[in-house]
C-alpha cells in the first residue's frame, strides 16, 4: 500500500477544553507535546477545523451552579486555545479548510442548563454554533440518555428551544432520552446533527442512536458524527478502527454519504480504539474507506465536506432574530 491521503479534516466534536482542564491545566494548546489532542496529531490527521465542546458536568447542574461553571469554561477556553482562527463566516470556514496556517475552531455547548439562568441578551456573547440540551443525566431542561425512566422535555426546555430556533443556534441531539429526543425534533425547526455517537445496531445502549432515530436525523438534512469512544461502539471486548469502518458503512449504506461525519469525542474518554488512538489516525480511517471502494469524494465528504457544508449554511445564514 502506497503513502496514506491526508483528507482536510472537521472533527465535529472534541472535549479540549475538558481535557486541558482535567489534564493540562496550567498549559496553553499550542504548547501540548502529549495529550489527547495535540497541534502535532492535528496536523498528522490533516484536522483543519474542530468543533470544541464547553462541557458542562451534571453535577454542577441548578441555580448558582451552572452559569459560574459554564463561563468559567468559557473563560479558560479563550485563554488557553488562543491559537485556534475563530470562525464567523463560510468564507472563513472555507479559507481555514483549505489552508495551511492554524485550525479553525468553532463552539459547542454539551449540557446546556446554564443557559436556564443566562440572560437571553448575553447568549450571543458565547460564540455558540450549536447546543446539546442534556449531557447523560437529567437536568433543568429535559432528560439525558442516563436517566432510567426518562421523561419529556421541561417548560424551560421547550423555551430555550424556541430561543436558539429564534438565534439560528442549531440543536445536537447526541446524549437525549428518546422522549426528549422525539420532542426536541417536533418543536425545533432548525439544523439538528448528532455531534458524537454510535448506532444501537452494534452497541445497544441508550447513549446510541436507534435506527429510526438516525433515520429522522438524515431525513431533517442533518449530519451524524460517528465517535471514535469504544464504549459508542461496542458492547464488549476490544475495540478497533474496523469497528469505525463498519458503523461508517452502515450509515452511509442506508442514507448515503452525505450524512456521515466524524464526532471523535477525543479528549472525552480514556479507553482507546486500536488504530485510532488520535487524530493522526485518520488517514488510516480513510483509507480503509477507499480500499471498500469508496471514490475519493465521497470519503472526502465524511472527513470534512458534509460538516463543512452544514456548519456552513449556519455561518453563512441571515442575522437572526435577537
Known amino acids: 500500500m502506497g503513502e496514506e491521503r491526508v483528507f482536510p479534516v472537521i472533527d465535529g466534536h472534541v472535549d479540549l477544553v475538558y ?36 462541557y458542562c458536568a451534571d453535577a454542577f447542574n441548578g441555580p448558582g451552579r451552572a452559569l459560574p461553571h459554564l463561563r468559567d469554561h468559557a473563560a479558560f477556553a479563550r485563554e488557553k486555545l488562543g491559537s485556534f482562527v475563530p470562525l464567523r463566516t463560510p468564507q472563513g470556514l472555507d479559507a481555514c479548510l483549505a489552508g495551511a496556517g492554524p485550525p479553525g475552531i468553532l463552539t459547542l455547548l454539551e449540557n446546556a442548563d446554564p443557559l436556564v439562568d443566562l440572560d ?45 430556533d429564534r438565534l439560528g443556534i442549531a440543536l445536537d441531539l447526541a446524549h437525549l ?32 442512536l436507534s435506527d429510526g432515530q438516525v433515520a429522522a436525523i438524515c431525513a431533517r438534512g442533518g449530519i451524524v458524527g460517528v465517535a471514535l469512544a469504544p464504549e459508542m461502539l461496542v458492547d ?29 469525542d477525543f479528549g472525552g474518554f480514556d479507553d ?45 445564514a441571515s442575522p437572526p432574530e435577537r
Open 177 to 208: 432520552a428518546e422522549p426528549c429526543f422525539g420532542e426536541a425534533l417536533e418543536l425545533f425547526t432548525g439544523p439538528i446533527m448528532s455531534s458524537h455517537t454510535g448506532f444501537r445496531a452494534f452497541c445497544d445502549r441508550p447513549r446510541n
Open 19 to 54: 481535557d486541558l482542564m482535567r489534564n493540562h491545566p496550567g498549559s496553553f494548546f499550542a504548547e501540548l507535546a502529549e495529550g489527547a489532542v495535540t497541534p502535532r496529531s492535528l496536523a498528522a490527521g490533516g484536522v483543519r477545523v474542530l468543533v470544541s465542546a464547553l
Open 236 to 264: 464488549k471486548g476490544a475495540c478497533t478502527i474496523d469497528d469505525v469502518v463498519r458503523q461508517l458503512d452502515w450509515l452511509v449504506q442506508r442514507h448515503g454519504p452525505k450524512v456521515a461525519a466524524i464526532g471523535s
Open 120 to 164: 437571553p441578551e448575553e447568549l450571543p456573547s458565547l460564540g455558540l454554533v450549536a447546543v446539546g440540551l442534556t449531557h447523560a443525566g437529567r437536568n433543568r431542561l429535559g432528560d439525558g440518555n442516563g436517566v432510567a425512566a426518562p421523561g419529556g422535555l421541561t417548560a424551560a426546555g421547550r423555551k430555550l428551544l424556541g430561543r436558539l
Open 272 to 316: 482507546l480504539c486500536a488504530g485510532m488512538e488520535n487524530h493522526g489516525r485518520l488517514p488510516a480511517l480513510a483509507e480503509r474507506l477507499l480500499a471498500r471502494g469508496y471514490p475519493e469524494s465521497a470519503v472526502g465528504l465524511i472527513m470534512g465536506g458534509n460538516w463543512r457544508r452544514w456548519y456552513g449554511g449556519i455561518l453563512g
